[in-house]
């Protein structure tokens, strides 16, 4: 049975969630660096969609960028590459590491989406090309080629960065976060 996407149903927060904040940092750190913080908490609309709350204002979304900035000492090269193969280790653990959604930005003409109530569904692996929707239309604002991912996260991740420790050891095999 396919799991429920709950991020709409979490209230407006007013201020960073501390397992949300983690999540990034070490995904930061199990991506090689290449994928670094582009944002997280901002309370704001969806980019295009008056009156819609973003899910930035739950605290469970994250921008994680995968461009090289060398002056600043951000990402890597090859970074989309690296932050792909990143994604499939998430994807193939997305429950254990509380995954909800992934936008991808990049693939033209508008991008694509992987949503947690997709797997299940007859899909073998959740990183499989099945298990992610190409949209017919623009529904993405910075689709396509936007330089980044965004991820959402389950509440009990946003909330207890504890839970983000135990889970990114688990699935990387570290013993240290």
């Not at 983690?22 to 750190?29: G, I, P, Q, Y």
């Not at 623009?138 to 207890?160: C, N, R, V, Y």
Request: glycine fraction near 10%; proline fraction near 7%.
């Amino acid at each position: 049975m396919p799991a429920v996407y709950k991020v709409p149903t979490y209230p407006v927060v007013t201020d960073k969630l501390p397992g949300t904040e983690l999540w990034v940092k070490l995904a930061n750190r199990y991506s090689g660096g290449a994928l670094w913080n582009n944002g997280t908490f901002v309370f704001r609309d969806i980019r295009g969609k008056p009156g819609k709350i973003s899910n930035h204002a739950r605290g469970v979304a994250m921008d994680l960028s995968y461009r090289f900035i060398e002056p600043r000492n951000l990402g890597v090269t090859d970074g989309r590459a690296k932050a792909i193969t990143f994604l499939q280790t998430v994807l193939d653990n997305w429950d254990t590491l509380g995954v909800q959604l992934v936008i991808d930005y990049w693939p033209a003409p508008f991008g694509r989406s992987w949503n947690c109530s997709r797997v299940g569904m007859g899909v073998a692996k959740p990183h499989a090309a099945e298990a992610w929707v190409k949209p017919k239309t623009k529904l993405f604002s910075g689709a396509p080629q936007g330089d980044w991912l965004h991820i959402e996260i389950t509440l009990g991740m946003a909330l207890h960065p504890q839970n983000v420790r135990a889970a990114f050891r688990q699935v990387f095999k570290s013993t240290t976060e």
